[in-house]
């Protein structure tokens, strides 16, 4: 498939492996979470957390496995 193929077209800009409780507060932030979803004395690690939990059970949470972290950008339309 070309660029052309497709609606949007990413380059991968870095990958690394890491706990999933690792996440910082900025990739939690590209990960979707918003600041409104904050509770009191939460950071957005913790609204992550909670979704993440939502998603998938608090066990998986709680077993933190290591997980691929996909970095990208956007490549604007060159045509």
Do not use: Y
């Not at 979707?32 to 009191?40: A, F, P, Y």
């Not at 979704?51 to 998938?56: D, F, T």
């Amino acid at each position: 498939m070309t660029q052309f193929e497709s609606r949007i077209t990413l380059e991968i800009t870095g990958v690394r492996i890491e706990r999933l409780r690792d996440i910082s507060d900025a990739d939690a932030l590209s990960e979707g979470c918003s600041i409104t979803d904050l509770r009191s004395g939460e950071c957005l690690a913790d609204v992550f957390a909670r979704k993440w939990s939502a998603i998938h059970d608090v066990d998986s949470w709680k077993a933190n496995p290591m997980v691929w972290v996909i970095d990208f950008k956007i490549v604007e339309d060159a045509r």
